[in-house]
């Protein structure tokens, strides 16, 4: 069985920073991919920022402010929020592609969510 588990959400200010992490795991023999995805209520889920073996790209809402990194060896992943602002409150996603131990193929799997909430 495979888990994400996200972490780091929270409230914060305008202009502040946070910091999410998601670790993966279980029976897991490889990492395709990795990813953040947010929502807000009635609309749909949304790519923030992926990170694979070609690089990370971003949605240009975040471009600039938000940095994706990768630990493999942990398999965990980070998205470093700077500049936050209040159309940036969501719940955040991960979301991971890999292949489970003994797997043919590689499976999508998602993280429970965390809320980020930005407010003065």
């Known amino acids: 069985q495979v888990q994400l588990v996200e972490s780091g959400g929270g409230l914060v200010q305008p202009g502040g920073s946070l910091r999410l992490s998601c670790v993966a795991s279980?029976?897991?023999?490889?990492?395709?991919?990795m990813a953040w995805y947010r929502q807000i209520p009635g609309k749909e889920r949304e790519l923030v920022a992926g990170?694979?073996?070609?690089?990370?790209n971003y949605a240009d809402s975040v471009k600039g402010r938000f940095t994706i990194s990768r630990d493999n060896a942990k398999n965990t992943v980070y998205l470093q929020m700077n500049s936050l602002k209040p159309e940036d409150t969501a719940v955040y996603y991960c979301?991971?592609?890999?292949?489970?131990?003994?797997?043919?193929?590689?499976?999508?799997?998602w993280g429970q969510g965390t809320q980020v909430t930005v407010s003065s």
């Open positions: 979301h991971a592609q890999l292949r489970r131990n003994f797997a043919g193929r590689c499976e999508d799997y």
């Open positions: 990170i694979s073996g070609t690089g990370a």
């Open positions: 279980g029976s897991i023999s490889n990492i395709n991919s």
